[in-house]
């Protein structure tokens, strides 16, 4: 009777699994992929758009 169990057991939690993790590394990603734009270059040609991307970012991490 308990065979069956694990078949859809197992599945679930895996796919609970994987999407915890990419919850988790999703803010971490984006912000390694944004940090990338903050090198000096970047800064001196575009202040405004960095400007923004970083008040966007202070919004992001304040509201949590």
């Known amino acids: 009777m308990w065979l069956p169990l694990p078949c ?3 599945p679930a939690l ?8 990419h ?3 999703y803010p971490v990603r984006l912000m390694a992929f944004l940090h990338q734009f903050g090198t ?8 405004n758009l960095y400007f923004l991307l970083d008040i966007i970012l ?5 509201s949590r």
């Open 8 to 10: 859809i057991f197992l």
């Open 14 to 21: 895996k796919f609970s699994l994987i999407l915890s993790f």
């Open 23 to 25: 919850l988790y590394l």
């Open 40 to 47: 000096e270059d970047y800064k001196k040609t575009d202040k």
């Open 58 to 62: 202070e919004k992001k991490c304040n």
